[in-house]
Structures are given as structure tokens and as C-alpha cells.
């Protein structure tokens, strides 16, 4: 009976490790009043190493409740054939499903594109409105930093043609990078 009462208690001990653990909860994704900052960036050159191009974007988000994020993201983007300079601005609207450390979303934007005509993100050759939807999925490594991959479509307020005469609505953008639940 002594010998009962004894192996017991030392069990116990010895899988309390294992149950604590257990007990132990990740916050992976977002909840209410929860800001997110994104940063990414890009670039590229000619198999010369003449013409270099370059673009960096950061982005700012508000989450309202668990699933529903609110934000601005801006874009600078640069090209060195005859320097001309571009950049955007758009707000953006996002819901998200909460899978864990997956967090995957879906939502649209609308803002404005603007700069020197070379760089612009739009074929129209003139500052112009863009609006439309977006999805992506954020990854968390901690429970405060992710990866993230995004995909926009941007449609144009105003449509242009190009020489050949195709006509150029939108830009599909494609976005990775990392992310910092603060």
C-alpha cells in the first residue's frame, strides 16, 4: 500500500512536463486592435547589367475585429532606363480565415498611381486611379512575425492602348514578404 501511495505522486511529476506543454496556446494570427506593418521589395536588371529597376512597398494594417483588417500600403518603384520614378497608394479591406499559423485572406483595394510616365505602374502613361480585388496567405514563424504572398489585380480608372493596339485595363501585382504583428 506504502509502495502504491508512493509510485503515484512520482508519476505524476515526472509527466507534468508533457501535460504542460500541452496546455501551452499559440496566439498565431490576428485579433482586434492588433496593427500589422509589412515590408517587400523587388528588383531587377538586363542580362547587361544596363538597365536596373527596383521597387519596395510597405503597408500598414488595423485589425477591427479578429478577421477583418483595414490599411494603406504604398509603392515606390524606380527605373535607371532614362531615371524616372513611379509609386501608388492604395487602401485596402481584408478578411481573413484563421487556420493557425496559415492565415489566409481575401479582400480589395482602391487608391491612386502616380510619378514620372517611364516608371508608372500603369500603361496609360498618366496618374490614374486603380481599385480592385486581392487574396494572399501569411505564414507566422513566431507568433509575431510571418511570411506573406500576395496577389492584386489593379484595374485602371482609365484604359489605354498599346502600339499595337491591345488594349491595357489593369496590372496583376504579385507581392512577397515579411510581416510584424505589433
Known amino acids: 500500500m506504502l509502495r502504491k501511495l508512493f509510485v503515484l505522486p512520482v508519476l505524476s511529476l515526472l509527466l507534468l512536463p508533457a501535460v504542460s506543454q500541452a496546455v501551452v496556446e499559440h496566439d498565431y494570427g490576428f485579433n482586434a486592435g492588433n496593427w500589422d506593418l509589412t515590408l517587400a521589395g523587388s528588383g531587377s536588371n538586363d542580362q547587361d547589367f544596363h538597365v536596373f529597376s527596383a521597387s519596395?512597398?510597405?503597408?500598414?494594417?488595423?485589425?477591427?475585429?479578429?478577421?477583418?483588417?483595414?490599411?494603406?500600403?504604398?509603392?515606390?518603384?524606380?527605373?535607371?532606363?532614362?531615371?524616372?520614378?513611379?509609386?501608388?497608394?492604395?487602401?485596402?479591406?481584408?478578411?481573413?480565415?484563421?487556420?493557425?499559423?496559415?492565415?489566409?485572406?481575401?479582400?480589395?483595394?482602391?487608391?491612386?498611381?502616380?510619378?514620372?510616365?517611364?516608371?508608372?505602374?500603369?500603361?496609360?502613361?498618366?496618374?490614374?486611379?486603380?481599385?480592385?480585388?486581392?487574396?494572399?496567405?501569411?505564414?507566422?514563424?513566431?507568433?509575431?512575425?510571418?511570411?506573406?504572398?500576395?496577389?492584386?489585380?489593379?484595374?485602371?480608372?482609365?484604359?489605354?492602348?498599346?502600339a499595337a493596339g491591345k488594349r491595357i485595363d489593369g496590372t496583376f501585382i504579385y507581392t512577397l514578404g515579411l510581416g510584424i504583428k505589433l
Open 56 to 162: 519596395a512597398n510597405a503597408g500598414l494594417g488595423y485589425f477591427l475585429p479578429n478577421m477583418l483588417e483595414v490599411g494603406a500600403r504604398q509603392t515606390v518603384n524606380y527605373t535607371s532606363s532614362s531615371p524616372h520614378w513611379g509609386a501608388s497608394t492604395r487602401g485596402f479591406l481584408d478578411v481573413y480565415l484563421d487556420l493557425g499559423q496559415w492565415q489566409p485572406y481575401v479582400g480589395a483595394n482602391a487608391g491612386w498611381i502616380y510619378g514620372e510616365a517611364g516608371a508608372r505602374p500603369s500603361l496609360s502613361g498618366r496618374d490614374t486611379g486603380v481599385y480592385g480585388p486581392e487574396a494572399g496567405v501569411k505564414y507566422f514563424l513566431t507568433t509575431s512575425a510571418y511570411v506573406f504572398g500576395q496577389i492584386e489585380y489593379d484595374r485602371q480608372c482609365h484604359t489605354t492602348t498599346t
